[in-house]
């Protein structure tokens, strides 16, 4: 199973290399799309050595400079297995609606979007970066995003410092009720099933009060999960199969007194996240994706 942030955190503390955390990778044989069509395009790479498919080493390394860099803030599987090539946004079957609304003005928030990989792909397919937020706990994140995609200097996307948990953050004084949108990638799963309703709840306060409001992304699920009743053997980072996701979000319901939509589906780990699974030993993993709307 991966383990929870503190136990990481605790293993770092006692001097473990970030590289011996079973999901670093050391390299990447080609980038995957649409990452590569962003760097190309967005980024404005050199595009000979993206449509060739010819793995340029001094590239490579460039981009393992970058994510060696992201990897020391905090060595999330996400970095360490090139994971946050792998964009969630595109692959949403409500991919054509977000643009759409987007486009006309709505907003999005992109939570715990670390570099903002995310936030690229939507700039690149014609949404103004005015209308795109983005938080995470770690600043650093954001810094590396600008190197990694070349965009100092265009980019206007609202950047904030926040922990979704900080009832008086600059997220909660500036978004509250304010987006139409969020997207959430490989972030709810970081947390115990009472944090992720807490994280949950926080996103619904965010979103606009009216029918449509949108929660999309995806996230680690497994089959069998734990018994969400057993208090005592908790895990520190809960996954859900299916019909777990399900029942936090009636909680969700009972608890805020608002109705959702919620669709989710497995998909299985590819690409870039095909080693996926070595790290989470005897558990059957994959990836729960999510739309959850509001009635
Ligand atoms: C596993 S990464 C996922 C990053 C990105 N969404 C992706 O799919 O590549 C989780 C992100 O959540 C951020 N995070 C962790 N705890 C948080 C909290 N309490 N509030 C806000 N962000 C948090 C981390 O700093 C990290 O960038």
Redesign the pocket.
């Known amino acids: 199973m991966a383990k929870a ?1 503190n136990e990481i955190q605790s293993m770092l503390s006692k001097g473990m290399d970030p590289k011996e955390l079973p999901w670093y990778e050391p390299t990447i044989d080609e980038i995957p799309e649409p990452a590569k069509t962003i760097l190309e395009n967005y980024s404005k790479i050199p595009s000979d050595r993206v449509l060739q498919h010819v793995v340029d080493v001094i590239d490579v390394l460039k981009w393992v400079i970058q994510r060696e860099r992201a990897y020391s ?2 060595p ?4 360490g297995s090139f ?2 090539l ?1 964009l ?1 946004i595109p692959q949403s079957p409500v991919y054509a609606e977000v643009l759409q609304r987007l486009k006309s003005g709505e907003k999005l928030l ?6 903002g ?2 936030l690229r792909q939507l700039v690149y397919d014609g949404v103004p970066s005015e209308n795109i937020y983005a ?4 600043r650093d ?1 954001f810094d590396i995003g600008y190197d990694l995609f070349a965009d100092h200097e265009t980019l206007n996307c609202n950047f904030i410092v ?5 009832s008086d953050s600059e997220l909660v004084k500036k978004l509250t009720g304010k987006v139409s949108i969020v ?5 709810f799963h ?2 115990p099933w009472d944090k992720q309703v807490e ?1 949950i709840k926080r996103v619904v306060t965010l979103l606009r009060p009216e029918p449509g409001s949108l929660l999309i992304g ?1 996230q680690a699920g497994r089959t069998d999960p734990e018994d969400p009743d057993d208090k005592e053997n908790a895990p520190g980072n809960y996954r859900h199969d299916l019909a777990t996701w399900k029942r936090m979000w009636e909680q969700v319901e009972r608890e805020t007194g608002t109705r959702w939509q919620v669709d989710s589906w497995r998909e299985d780990w590819q690409g870039v996240d095909k080693g996926f699974d070595k790290y989470h030993a005897n558990v059957e993993s994959f990836k729960l994706r999510f739309v959850v709307r509001k009635l």
């Open positions: 942030e803030v905090f999330y599987p996400c970095i994971r946050f792998d969630s992109d939570v715990g979007c670390a570099i990989q995310e938080s995470d706990l770690r994140f926040a922990d979704i948990f900080d997207n959430a990638a490989s972030f970081l947390f994280a995806r």
